[in-house]
């Protein structure tokens, strides 16, 4: 044992010098070269990992922006863009269905002074005179089968709506009811209107005033200041007259005694021009 020293510290020694030497020639040992390389390459891929990241969370963004701005280049104009300009074809409603028909049909005859013909309500809607009968036969037999207050009748030659009959105690009340309160400018105005140029419709008193009169003429009827005599044998529109109860209000004697209007209206004869 004693023996094996001295070659031990040999081979220390020896290494030392090799240590020596290699520094002296500037040639690093293995490990260090291996460290350095390890280090360069995980410096590299650090960098690679970099540059891979900043691609991807670029690539992420501009994705985004995409997304986000596609509802944008989608999204609906402006939601007063959906509303239908009057008259304009290429938008009219879709009357496929029977039941599209008839609800088209409901608003036309809301909205007459006088019974609608079907050839008018087929020409207005763009649909064949016989699939408008049937229509208007099945609405007035479904307004009549669940007993509504609405009454669709066909009287002369045309259509319209009425209130059931059945219901005439509540219309009455209502109607008189309102009596007690003076008449409204617009009423007032009409009935001049119907005064001095009776026997005239509806819708005549309506192209005078410029609105429509369908309500005040209600009101004067339910007052008893004009009447119904008979049609117009052209328009086949309802002609009113003013009534007796009209010339006691006023205390005339007779429709002579009414003031002249020229002096007021020196135009007042083109009534008689309006259609």
Avoid: C
């Amino acid at each position: 044992m004693a023996g094996e020293e001295p070659a031990a510290d040999e081979s220390a020694a020896e290494a030392a010098e090799a240590a020596e030497a290699a520094a002296e020639s500037g040639t690093a040992p293995l490990e260090d070269s291996v460290t350095e390389e390890t280090s360069a390459d995980v410096a590299a891929d650090t960098s690679v990992g970099a540059v891979d990241t900043v691609t991807e969370d670029t690539s992420a963004d501009e994705a985004a922006g995409v997304t986000e701005a596609a509802p944008r280049a989608g999204a609906p104009d402006d939601p007063e863009s959906d509303l239908v300009a009057a008259g304009d074809v290429d938008f009219m409603p879709d009357l496929t269905s029977d039941e599209a028909l008839e609800a088209a049909l409901e608003a036309l005859l809301l909205i007459v002074d006088s019974p609608a013909s079907e050839e008018l309500l087929a020409d207005t809607l763009g649909e064949p005179r016989a699939r408008i009968v049937v229509a208007l036969r099945t609405m007035a037999q479904k307004f009549t089968d669940r007993t509504s207050g609405i009454d669709l009748r066909r009287v002369g030659e045309g259509w319209r709506f009425y209130t059931r009959d059945v219901h005439a105690p509540f219309v009455e009340k209502l109607l008189l009811d309102g009596q007690r309160s003076k008449l409204t400018r617009a009423a007032l105005e009409s009935l001049a209107v119907i005064a001095y140029r009776q026997p005239v419709t509806r819708s005549r008193v309506a192209a005078v005033r410029g609105v429509n009169v369908d309500g005040v003429i209600r009101t004067l009827l339910a007052r008893g200041l004009i009447e119904e005599m008979g049609t117009d044998p052209e328009t086949t529109g309802t002609l009113y007259v003013t009534t007796e109860l009209f010339l006691e209000r006023l205390g005339l004697s007779s429709l002579n005694d009414l003031p002249a209007i020229a002096p007021l209206l020196p135009e007042v004869d083109t009534i008689d021009d309006i259609q």
